[in-house]
């Protein structure tokens, strides 16, 4: 089994976009027995929330399912239960690898994504570009999952 954690600020615009655009591909290729996927936040404002209406309309348009997101905070244990870390920005990553353990590898999504035009997937709740961001998103899902796919051989 191979667990992914998919985190961003408020886990209510791109981490749960990320989530349930990555369990639709995972679920397309046979492989939801053999990967766990969840996403969660840096901050807790957010708890208990549903995705953002922009996040929530974009997944409808492209017919993938969110009926089941709810925002969490990100908590210690997260560092041990989870294989995949991936957050969406530089931001992101320099307050993951300050709760990190040592040793412990955090990505950004768009290290699986290296034809991608960015590094840091941008915040649309500041920038109201969901479509775009749904477009990087897709992108470094594909890519991630090729990766588990190669290392399961
Ligand atoms: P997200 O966007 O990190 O992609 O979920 C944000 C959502 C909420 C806030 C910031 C970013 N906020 O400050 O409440």
């Known amino acids: 089994m191979t667990h992914v954690l998919f985190v961003c600020l408020g886990n209510i ?3 749960p ?6 369990r639709h591909l995972v679920e397309k290729e046979g492989l939801a027995d053999q990967i766990s996927i969840d996403s969660c936040g840096i901050g807790g404002w957010h708890a208990g929330e549903r995705p953002h209406n922009g996040t929530q309309k974009v997944l409808t348009q492209k017919g993938i399912s969110h009926d089941t997101l709810r925002a969490r905070q990100i908590k210690r244990q997260d560092f041990s239960d989870y294989d995949y870390i991936v957050c969406m920005d530089e931001e992101n990553l320099s307050e993951l690898n300050r709760m990190a353990p040592s040793g412990k590898k955090v990505y950004r999504l768009l290290d699986f994504a290296p034809d991608a035009m960015e590094q840091n997937v941008e915040d649309p709740y500041y920038t109201g570009r969901f479509e775009y961001v749904y477009e990087l998103v897709q992108a470094g899902c594909q890519g991630l999952l ?4 190669a290392k399961k051989g």
């Open 13 to 15: 615009c791109r981490s």
């Open 17 to 22: 976009m990320a989530e349930a655009v990555f």
């Open 146 to 149: 090729d990766e588990i796919k």
